[in-house]
């Protein structure tokens, strides 16, 4: 299984930035994709979620400001981001989830690209 992202860099505030996650070696359609991210010093905390069915969840920090979507086809989610702030600078991992429904979940994470907000 490999999640790789890409995307990441030096915005300044009140810039975008578009990163995307690759998904192989799972069956993408099934998995819940979501993307995290940490700071320093800081707990990893999730950003943006989007489940097999398309539904998705945010942080109170990211609402309004961030776009989490996903293009099956392509084995690929993104996370747009928007009107960024010192604040949100971070590593952003990206997370693959599926559960069996029977109580199996099987998670994976990429190796994280660094987002960097300058003021």
């Known amino acids: 299984v490999q999640l790789v992202e890409s995307g990441g860099g030096l915005v300044q505030a009140g810039g975008s930035l578009r990163l995307s996650c690759a998904a192989s070696g799972i069956i993408f359609r099934q998995n819940a994709m979501g993307w995290y991210r940490q700071a320093p010093g800081k707990q990893r905390e999730l950003v943006a979620a989007i489940s097999s069915g398309g539904n998705t969840n945010y942080a109170d920090s990211a609402k309004g400001r961030f776009t989490i979507s996903r293009d099956n086809a392509k084995n690929t989610v993104y996370l747009q981001m928007s009107s960024l702030k010192p604040e949100d600078t971070a590593v952003y991992y990206c997370?693959?989830?599926?559960?069996?429904?029977?109580?199996?979940?099987?998670?994976?994470w990429g190796q994280g690209t660094q987002v960097t907000v300058s003021s």
């Open positions: 997370n693959a989830r599926y559960s069996s429904g029977y109580g199996d979940v099987s998670e994976y």
